[in-house]
């Protein structure tokens, strides 16, 4: 699993024209899905990007998370995070999850998010997405198997 997370003052995601989800500050999070993950791992990383302490306290400290906010959360599916770019100029997308077995964690990590942060927007899975952020910090972090 591959998790992209910017920390956002606002974003949203638009399908066709149409807004499907849209967010006040909070965290934007990029969900790659790769062939060998599960729920036990969604969850780890759910956990990890749910403990974040990556907003300012009245000290200006990056020590408070989502929740001490009340920030909301967008979760994009993305499985171009699993580009392999190592050969050639064309990426290979060979460990990306199956798009069922993706989609499936994707829709688990979102019910998994709302049972904690009241406001969980979402993308459409497999749509082509049209996503506008302005990105506060700039304050952007990967989350992988690299680093969990």
Do not use: W
């Amino acid at each position: 699993m591959r998790l992209l997370i910017q920390r956002v003052n606002h974003a949203q995601v638009a399908v066709d024209g149409n807004i499907c989800g849209k967010i006040g500050k909070g965290l934007l999070v990029f969900i790659g899905v790769g062939h060998e993950d599960t729920r036990q791992i969604a969850d780890k990383y759910l956990k990890k990007l749910l403990g974040l302490r990556i907003f300012e306290d009245e000290n200006g400290k990056t020590n408070l998370s989502l929740a001490d906010v009340k920030g909301e959360l967008l979760m994009i599916s993305q499985f171009t995070l699993y580009a392999d770019c190592k050969r050639g100029n064309r990426p290979g997308f060979t460990n990306a999850g199956a798009p069922d077995m993706a989609n499936e964690l994707y829709q688990y990590m979102i019910q998994e998010a709302r049972k904690q942060i009241p406001v969980v927007e979402e993308g459409i899975f497999g749509a082509d997405m049209k996503v506008s952020l302005e990105n506060d910090g700039p304050f952007t972090i990967i989350l992988d198997e690299a680093i969990m």
